[in-house]
């Protein structure tokens, strides 16, 4: 029987002790407020035998889409900046709005569009820890602004933006 041991750090993980970049959308950083790490999961394969059916892991890993929350900026940058994304990859590669995305981003090998975005996890003492790179993520959504004039109090803007990535990889910073 294993002996009982005490946990080397007995602090526990806060909500509200993260930070997110991406390399070509700097507004969106410091107006993040919320982050979803998405769930990953595996197929099952059923193998069917006389007796019993037998369950093995398959091969075909799937990611659940990348969630932010954020605050609009009053000159609307950080909306915008995904808005813009959407709409020129959603455009034929003759269009003009396509070729400059594509040619925003010289460094990525898929040209802009896609980048890397980083979700950094920080300590209790806001040290990062550890961090979460999406590679060749791209917008899918961003969720809609809805003006009103009859509201009694100032209500700031939040927007929801979705993206889609080919994979994500965590980084352990401090190798604990």
Same mark, same amino acid.
């Given at each position: 029987?294993?002996?009982?041991?005490?946990?080397?750090?007995?602090?526990?993980?806060?909500?509200?002790?993260?930070?997110? %970049?991406?390399?070509?959308?700097?507004?969106? %950083?410091?107006?993040?407020?919320?982050?979803?790490?998405?769930? =990953?999961?595996?197929?099952?394969?059923?193998?069917?035998?006389?007796?019993?059916? =037998?369950?093995?892991?398959?091969?075909?890993?799937?990611?659940?889409?990348?969630?932010?929350?954020?605050? =609009?900026?009053?000159?609307?940058?950080?909306?915008?900046?995904?808005?813009?994304?959407?709409?020129?990859?959603?455009?034929?590669?003759?269009?003009?709005?396509?070729?400059?995305?594509?040619?925003?981003?010289?460094?990525?090998?898929?040209?802009?569009?896609?980048?890397?975005?980083?979700?950094?996890?920080?300590?209790?003492?806001?040290?990062?820890?550890?961090?979460?790179?999406?590679?060749?993520?791209?917008?899918?959504?961003?969720?809609?602004?809805?003006?009103?004039?009859?509201?009694?109090?100032?209500?700031?803007?939040?927007?929801?933006?979705?993206?889609?990535?080919?994979?994500?990889?965590?980084?352990?910073?401090?190798?604990?």
């Amino acid at each position: 029987m294993a002996a009982n041991k005490v946990p080397d750090n007995l602090n526990y993980l806060s909500n509200i002790s993260f930070r997110l %970049t991406m390399e070509d959308s700097p507004n969106i %950083t410091w107006f993040c407020q919320a982050a979803t790490v998405p769930g =990953v999961s595996i197929e099952g394969i059923d193998v069917f035998t006389p007796h019993a059916t =037998v369950p093995y892991a398959g091969n075909k890993v799937s990611f659940e889409e990348l969630s932010i929350r954020f605050i =609009v900026d009053e000159h609307m940058k950080n909306w915008t900046e995904i808005y813009d994304r959407i709409i020129a990859m959603g455009l034929a590669e003759g269009h003009e709005k396509y070729r400059l995305l594509k040619a925003s981003n010289t460094l990525h090998p898929r040209g802009g569009g896609y980048s890397t975005v980083v979700l950094t996890i920080l300590t209790s003492a806001m040290n990062p820890q550890m961090e979460f790179h999406f590679y060749d993520a791209f917008p899918i959504s961003v969720s809609a602004l809805d003006f009103d004039s009859s509201v009694g109090d100032v209500e700031y803007f939040t927007a929801t933006a979705s993206f889609r990535y080919q994979n994500y990889e965590i980084k352990n910073l401090l190798n604990n």
